[in-house]
């Protein structure tokens, strides 16, 4: 079975550090790029931060750019989301996210998500 | 950034209505839409990609369409189990951003 299994939830003051992480099974992880998509509390979906199959290319939505980091460990079949300078506003459920291609790898959806994991950012 | 506006952003129906949600971008992102589902405390599901090919395992009451900037989410037969929370997301271009969601209410 195809899963993606987020880290646990977090408590965390502002300007704190966290590292959420993402364990990937059942599918050859090394072949997808992966992304993180958040979703604070009542509100709808906003996305992250995307990272290469190769680890290579990240790219960064500009609420996180300079405080986010995403990395993988593909001999680990992990996901990572290092978070700096964390604010109030960062308060949201964290999903890890699979591509899905077409046949000349262009990104057409999520088609795998993880379950999620709450960040919690407050004093 | 490309933005998504959806509508309506509720909706109330009842079993075996059908239902249609659009989804406008501000700038043509040809035919690269997607639409999710999401239940409350759950996890958004992939429905449809690509504006009209339906994911695996998806019933047939579910289909799409569009291209350019406009396209439509459309439910006929409305079952209890789909009252739930419809996200378009545009992967055209980075960011790749998401409508504001459209909740699915019970009459």
């Known amino acids: 079975e195809v899963q993606l299994l987020e880290s646990g939830e977090n408590l965390i003051q502002p300007g704190g550090s966290l590292r959420l992480s993402c364990a990937a099974s059942?599918?050859?992880?090394?072949?997808?790029?992966m992304d993180w998509v958040r979703q604070a509390p009542g509100k709808g979906l906003e996305w992250v931060s995307s990272?290469?199959?190769?680890?290579?290319?990240?790219y960064y939505a500009d609420s996180v750019k300079g405080r986010f980091t995403i990395s993988r460990d593909n001999s680990k079949n992990t996901l990572y989301l290092q978070m700096d300078s964390l604010r109030a506003e960062d308060t949201a459920m964290y999903y890890c996210?699979?591509?899905?291609?077409?046949?000349?790898?262009?990104?057409?959806?999520?088609?795998?998500w993880g379950r999620g994991t709450m960040v919690t950012v407050s004093s | 950034d490309i933005q998504l506006t959806q509508s309506p952003s509720f909706l109330s129906a009842s079993v075996g209505d059908r239902v249609t949600i659009t989804c406008r971008a501000s700038?043509?992102?040809?035919?690269?839409l997607a639409w999710y589902q999401q239940k409350p405390g759950k996890a958004p599901k992939l429905l449809i990609y690509?504006?009209?090919t339906l994911q695996s395992g998806v019933p047939s009451r579910f289909s799409g369409s569009g291209s350019g900037t406009e396209f439509t989410l459309t439910i006929i037969n409305l079952q209890p189990e789909d009252f739930a929370t419809y996200s378009c997301?545009?992967?055209?271009?980075?960011?790749?951003?998401f409508g504001q969601g459209t909740k699915v209410e019970i009459k």
């Open positions: 700038q043509g992102i040809a035919s690269y």
């Open positions: 059942g599918f050859t992880f090394s072949r997808y790029g």
């Open positions: 997301q545009q992967l055209n271009n980075s960011p790749r951003t």
């Open positions: 690509a504006a009209s």
């Open positions: 990272l290469s199959n190769s680890g290579v290319d990240t």
């Open positions: 996210v699979k591509h899905f291609y077409d046949s000349r790898r262009s990104l057409l959806a999520y088609d795998v």
